[in-house]
């Protein structure tokens, strides 16, 4: 059985572009409907996507959760609490983490009906003539619209090495349902999603192995702070080896048998958990009709023009499917200027100043361009970091590892990029961006009155020690 309906808008994916998508062109008044095929653990609809589903929002409650644990077991001495026979319920708190996922994606589904957004739970596929075919268990239904946005996001990339069978040997979303902590657990990539998986399994006890195949640590981030980051996180007992190339994984009885190769030689590794981290891959298979063929670039990203439209007029793409961060927050704001486009605005979106953010501890963050990045292309530049140990707050909060690092352009004293690692740099780093979307100098935070004693405070002495005026530490 086939019906057809009519909408303004169609989106394919309901995750952090799509569903936010849906809901700005639905407050501009275009109808709008919005096609998700992700089922919850119950195989019920469950609007949000990758992010909201099996990655960001669960991996930070886990973290959360591990973080209270060994602050608990190993982290208050020095504020004069003793604690005794604290123990670790994983299935509470894996219960935790799910009660979250299910209140914000039931939130979800509160926001479509709110702003009056028509939900389609099944596999979306374009066709030609702007239609969009929807499979679901019961029947096939066909959508038409003006306009359609593809937004089903990526999913864990694979390697034959390490095939996963979800018991044994997983992927990201795999390690975020341990019904117990492992002893042992390797972890292939030691990128954003492997450092937060590891932490949280580390803290309750497991012993992590990271087997990261290339031999620069973090080379998204500046190498000061990949350097720090990389030195805490071995203090922390997370066993990082570099330049390591799986070569096999074989599941042996409730084991997983690992050998790779490193500089040294070849090694094998007898573990309880194997997570594969490697990367992600844009959502594109059976994502279109023979007929309505969407052009690809060499790595499989969806091809857009500067309005995020693909090479069929009326058809955009946004989030993981094309080129930029794999960011949640990345495909929410291209969500938003593709539905002002539809309704026949300009919007415009600064990728020069997109945040990323390692929710780790400690948090690292970043926006704007590295040291090495603006040397390597001559610009000339001036620096200044500023160390939490020297921070008050940091110092009351028993957390005092990491800095600020603040680059500016010697010429016109412009922010060209801020990195830190330090507790709450997830959130220090807004104040960064902010200031770089309006082309501040770092006088111009110089000269902004932070609040005493606040960790923000650490961004206001970068900025002045970037001319060597930093008031609480000797300057050079």
């Known amino acids: 059985m086939s019906t057809e309906k009519k909408f303004d808008v169609v989106i394919i994916g309901g995750g952090p572009g799509g569903y936010v998508a849906a809901i700005r062109c639905a407050q501009l008044g275009l109808n709008t409907a919005c096609v998700d095929d992700f089922s919850d653990k119950n195989n019920k609809a469950s609007l949000g996507g990758t992010c909201l589903n099996v990655g960001c929002i669960p991996s930070k409650a886990l973290l959360e959760s591990s973080h209270h644990y060994e602050q608990l077991t190993r982290g208050l001495d020095n504020h004069g609490i003793k604690v005794s026979g604290v123990k670790m319920d994983v299935p509470a708190m894996i219960k935790n983490k799910d009660e979250i996922v299910g209140r914000l994606t039931g939130g979800i589904a509160g926001l479509f009906k709110a702003n009056k957004v028509t939900s389609f739970h099944g596999r979306g596929k374009l066709l030609a003539g702007k239609k969009v075919e929807i499979l679901s268990a019961k029947k096939k239904t066909v959508l038409s619209a003006d306009s359609i946005i593809l937004a089903t996001g990526s999913s864990p990339i694979d390697i034959a090495s390490a095939p996963v069978d979800n018991k044994n040997i997983v992927d990201s979303t795999g390690a975020l349902d341990f019904d117990k902590t492992p002893k042992t657990l390797g972890i292939i990539g030691a990128g954003v999603i492997g450092l937060e998986l590891g932490s949280v399994w580390k803290r309750l006890g497991s012993e992590v192995t990271l087997l990261e195949a290339q031999d620069e640590f973090l080379p998204a981030a500046d190498k000061k ?62 994502l279109f009709a023979p007929e309505a063929p969407i052009e690809l670039d060499e790595r499989g990203f969806v091809e857009v023009d500067e309005i995020w439209q693909t090479n069929q007029a009326g058809v955009y793409a946004i989030g993981d499917l094309i080129r930029g961060p794999m960011l949640a927050h990345k495909a929410s704001e291209e969500g938003v200027a593709v539905a002002e486009v539809i309704y026949g605005e300009e919007p415009d979106i600064n990728y020069d100043v997109i945040p990323s953010v390692i929710y780790t501890s400690p948090e690292i963050a970043w926006v704007g361009q590295t040291e090495q990045q603006l040397t390597s292309a001559g610009i000339k530049i001036k620096i200044g970091t500023f160390p939490f140990s020297a921070s008050g707050r940091a110092q009351a909060l028993g957390d005092t590892t990491g800095m600020v690092k603040m680059i500016s352009s010697e010429e016109t004293d412009e922010i060209l990029g801020v990195h830190i690692i330090g507790p709450q740099a997830s959130e220090l780093i807004a104040e960064a961006v902010l200031a770089m979307e309006y082309s501040a100098s770092t006088e111009d935070i110089a000269l902004t009155i932070h609040a005493h004693p606040t960790l923000s405070e650490a961004l206001h002495e970068a900025a002045l020690a970037v001319d060597n005026r930093a008031i609480h530490i000797p300057n050079r």
């Open 225 to 286: 702070i990949a350097a720090e980051a990389k030195r805490q996180f071995k203090k922390q007992g997370l066993d990082i080896k570099m330049s390591a190339r799986v070569t096999k994984a074989t599941p042996k009885g409730k084991k997983v048998v690992v050998q790779y190769e490193d500089n040294t030689g070849e090694h094998s590794i007898e573990l309880d958990k194997l997570i594969v981290s490697v990367g992600r891959r844009p959502n594109t298979e059976h």
